[in-house]
Structure formats: structure tokens, C-alpha cells
């Protein structure tokens, strides 16, 4: 008896230096994706210092189980500052590497958790982006 689908509107399909792929459409900027509607939308951040609380206060909106932070090609966690409304909120964070949150958003996502992932997408203008 099958419970869940096998593939989900809001799956990460792939990813890379300066991009991720949802249903095998590559987006080269930082975005959430919500794990219980599929709805995809863009987070205005390009890089990790660009972040503020506004970006996370975005996020406490939805109100989600737990947010999946991907802080870009290496793990940074944000400043308690950031995720005030997130505490206050009760929702959890876990904050990962961009890779690591691709893969564990899938994970949780494909149970039917009430997840998001906020993935940072960052530009590096030294880079080709293909």
C-alpha cells in the first residue's frame, strides 16, 4: 500500500555551485520552497551577508514545522538576531550546508512534513554560471 507519491511538485532535483534545480528547472537565485504546497518563491538574498531578520521573519510567516536553512556552499548559522521570530514562533530551524539542505528538505518534504528551505543561492561574479 503506497501512502506517499514517489516525486513531489517542490523536489530539488539537483544543485550546484551558483544554482539549484526544482523539477529539473534550474534557478540561479536563493528561494524557499514550501514542502507541503509545493509553492517555490524568491528570497531576496544573493550571498550570506546580505541576510537580516526580515529574511527570516519572511519565513516564521508561513508558519512551517521546521525551517531547512541551506547557508550556501559552506555551513554559516544566522545571528540569534535573524531568527527571533522564528524562536518566538516555536518553529524550528536547522541550518546545513546548501547540499546538505537540498537533500534533507527531499527527505522530510517527501514524508509530508510541514517543511520549508531556505535556500541561499549565492553569485560569485568570478564564477560561469551553467
Known amino acids: 500500500?503506497?501512502?506517499q507519491p514517489d516525486?513531489?511538485?517542490s523536489?530539488?532535483?539537483?544543485?550546484?555551485?551558483g544554482w539549484v534545480a526544482v523539477?529539473?528547472?534550474?534557478?540561479?537565485?536563493?528561494?524557499?520552497?514550501?514542502?507541503t504546497t509545493?509553492?517555490?518563491r524568491d528570497w531576496h538574498a544573493d550571498r550570506f551577508e546580505a541576510l537580516d531578520a526580515a529574511h527570516f521573519d519572511q519565513l516564521a510567516s508561513l508558519k512551517p514545522e521546521l525551517?531547512?536553512?541551506g547557508s550556501g556552499e559552506r555551513m554559516r548559522f544566522p545571528r540569534p538576531a535573524w531568527i527571533r521570530a522564528l524562536v518566538e514562533a516555536r518553529i524550528g530551524?536547522?541550518?546545513?550546508?546548501t547540499a546538505a539542505a537540498c537533500r534533507t528538505y527531499n527527505i522530510l518534504a517527501g514524508e509530508g512534513r510541514r517543511v520549508l528551505a531556505a535556500i541561499l543561492v549565492e553569485q560569485d561574479s568570478d564564477r560561469a554560471i551553467g
Open 1 to 3: 500500500m503506497k501512502f
Open 7 to 9: 516525486v513531489f511538485g
Open 11 to 17: 523536489a530539488i532535483t539537483g544543485y550546484g555551485p
Open 23 to 35: 523539477g529539473g528547472e534550474r534557478i540561479h537565485h536563493s528561494l524557499i520552497l514550501d514542502g
Open 38 to 40: 509545493g509553492e517555490r
Open 67 to 69: 525551517v531547512i536553512f
Open 93 to 97: 530551524l536547522e541550518t546545513m550546508d
